[in-house]
């Protein structure tokens, strides 16, 4: 049969806000989270990770917000540029192996 | 900055035809990893590779599929037999330890079964 494409979710800001894109993942085992960005073209960049034993990581321009609670990931971009504009992923690590579970991903559309 | 790269970036094969897609992992990288990404749809683990082992395998990767780290540098996955439904992008992926570590992908190869 015909496969169903996924709607990827599109987030759309203004050049200089700020951005906030959202994850739920599946597994309460999961111990490890990453975000990536996929340029059109292009295989996943690494853009930060961080581990259950934390709640928030900051990188250049990014943090990371992890709530084990409610299962929710979050990745906040400062200041958009446009050549943040991509797809993004969060990705799990559903604990004690190297396999990554992949979200949906989100569409960030950065318009000028 | 040390990047993972593919070749090709572009396969297309007939149905049934045995197909290899080549990655340079990481130079200092111990552990290699096989994705895919079907059009439109999420990226899926295949297969995980340390020490010569396979190290984890999803139920995608049967018996059609092998990987192979034939020299110091390159990492293989073969598809034996090839099918409409393996058309995709694979990436290819490497890390320097196991678990909780970033996984670092090259670009994919497109591949197309006709």
């Known amino acids: 049969g015909e496969s169903v494409g996924l709607h990827l979710p599109t987030l759309s800001v203004q050049e200089g806000d700020n951005s906030i894109i959202n994850c739920a993942y599946s597994?309460?085992?999961?111990?490890?989270f990453i975000w990536y960005k996929q340029e059109s073209g292009k295989g996943p960049q690494f853009i930060i990770d961080?581990?259950?034993?934390?709640d928030k990581r900051q990188g250049q321009r990014v943090t990371v917000l992890l709530n084990k609670t409610v299962k929710h990931l979050s990745l906040q971009i400062a200041a958009t540029q446009p050549g943040d504009s991509a797809v993004y992923f969060c990705?799990?690590?559903?604990?004690?192996?190297?396999?990554?579970?992949f979200g949906t991903g989100t569409q960030l559309k950065v318009e000028l | 900055e040390p990047e993972v790269t593919q070749t090709p970036s572009h396969q297309v094969t007939q149905m049934g035809q045995e197909v290899i897609l080549r990655c340079v992992p990481i130079?200092?990288?111990?552990?290699f990893y096989w994705y895919r990404q079907i059009l439109g749809q999420k990226v899926e683990f295949l297969v995980s590779?340390?020490?010569?082992?396979?190290?984890?395998k999803s139920e995608i990767f049967d018996d059609q599929f092998s990987v192979e780290r034939p020299d110091g540098s390159n990492f293989t996955l073969k598809i034996r037999s090839t099918k409409l439904e393996d058309s995709a992008m694979y990436f290819c992926?490497?890390?320097?330890?196991?678990?909780?570590?970033?996984?670092?992908f090259g670009d994919g190869t497109r591949l197309s079964i006709l």
């Open positions: 992926a490497s890390s320097e330890r196991e678990g909780r570590q970033p996984q670092h």
């Open positions: 597994n309460s085992a999961s111990d490890y």
């Open positions: 961080i581990r259950s034993n934390m």
């Open positions: 990705a799990e690590n559903p604990g004690g192996g190297n396999k990554l579970t």
């Open positions: 130079s200092n990288h111990l552990y």
């Open positions: 590779f340390y020490n010569n082992e396979i190290s984890e």
